[in-house]
């Protein structure tokens, strides 16, 4: 219980029904995600190069949530980076691991 907390007519959270949704990928803009939501984006983020994943996307409205493009280009930041640092073991390992390699798990 948080004493701090103190009802307002006028600053009060949302009813259930008017609350906004979280998406990954629709035709609106939604609001913030929570943890899980976060958790599925990176995870679904290794399956891109598959193209159910994408006839899905587009299938929701073909527009990602700003918070998973910024978690994609990040990744692909982190690729670029260890390509030009000569990171190739790294990158080896990643590619190996990937859901989509022939040795991926």
């Known amino acids: 219980m948080d004493d701090k907390l103190r009802f307002s007519l006028i600053h009060r959270p949302a009813p259930y029904n008017r609350a ?3 998406a990954l990928a629709s035709g609106e803009t939604t609001d913030q995600w929570d943890k899980v939501m976060s958790h ?3 995870w679904l983020g290794w399956h891109l190069n598959d193209s159910e994943l994408i006839i899905w996307l587009a299938q929701q409205g073909g527009r990602l949530h700003d918070r998973w ?3 994609i280009e990040d990744e692909l930041d982190r690729f670029a980076r260890l390509e030009q640092e000569g990171k190739a073991a790294e990158l080896e390992e990643i590619h190996a691991n990937a859901p989509t390699s022939s040795s991926g798990r």
Do not use: D, Q, V, Y
């Open 69 to 71: 493009c910024w978690l």
């Open 20 to 22: 906004p949704w979280m």
């Open 40 to 42: 599925l984006a990176r």
